[in-house]
């Protein structure tokens, strides 16, 4: 990974519910010692670790054709980053300011703020209540800070936390807090997500993993999209030997209109390379995740 123009010396903070563990890759090891055990040695029967050490299989192995198909549609390109020009010192790509405006979105707000106000009218409101009015200011601007992802890339927010470690033990982040905004109603979803992942000679920060579903749960989205995002970010950083992810999420547009069904959760789920050809490790993952 390429190192990033823009510095960012803080460290997000992870919420305490997120338990971060670093497991022994049970499977993995079974998976070896069982074939010892039936004196399958041969160079078409190696074991897990031996299998996904092929780093030019890498894609193969993840079910992805080419390179570009590492690039999931369905949510813009980054169109403004800390090395876009102008945006060298900005400081909204890194610590999250809320009343920060980059200047390339400060123009969007008038016009955003008008949407508002008609908005507000059609309604039935009076716009220019003493309640009323700076809510379309205050929108415009909480609707940019829901969607700030758009402004942030996978480049710069690893920010170059890619190390080199011999391990392929399984590294599991769980129970990360994720908040987003359905694109179909545009009302909110949050909930959890989990994240576990076999290294193969690199492990990422940890920190870098609430970060990666910062990026993606921060714009327009649906789950099913977002959780397949995740994983494949987290396979453009650092090429494992599979990934995971899981997100629980309560929708919004279930909860407050439609069915109303205020305790139904979206649980879904991405599995790549060793995680979805290996039930024993795909279980490992699951079990570690559903633990208290």
Known sequence: MSAVNGKDNSEPVI???????????????????????????????KSFVA????TPEALKNFHLNDESELEVPGTPMTPRTSTTPGHENCTFHHDL???????????????????????????????????????????????????????????????????????????????????????????????????????QGKILGLSKLARIVEIFSRRLQVQERLTKQIAIAVTQAVRPAGVAVVIEG?????????????????????????????PKTREEFLNLVHSK
């Open 250 to 278: 309560v929708h919004m547009c279930m909860v407050m209109r439609g069915v109303q069904k205020i305790n139904s959760k979206t649980v879904t789920s991405t599995m790549l390379g060793v995680f979805r050809d290996d």
């Open 15 to 45: 919420p305490p519910s997120a338990l971060i563990r670093r497991v022994s890759s049970r499977s993995v090891r079974n998976s070896i010692s069982e074939e010892k055990e039936n004196g399958v040695e041969s160079s078409t029967n």
């Open 97 to 199: 300011e809320l009343d920060h405006r980059p200047p390339t979105r400060e123009a969007l707000l008038p016009d955003m703020a008008n949407s508002y106000r008609l908005l507000l009218t059609g309604l039935g409101e009076d716009p220019e209540r003493q309640g009323l009015l700076k809510t379309p200011e205050r929108a415009a601007k909480a609707m940019l800070f829901f969607t700030k992802g758009y402004d942030q890339s996978l480049e710069e927010v690893l920010n170059n936390a890619i190390f080199d470690e011999d391990t392929d033990e399984m590294v599991v982040v769980k129970d990360i807090e994720m908040f987003s905004m359905c694109e179909h109603h545009l009302v909110p979803f949050y909930g959890k997500v989990s994240i576990g992942y076999l290294p």
């Open 51 to 54: 299998k996904y050490k092929k």
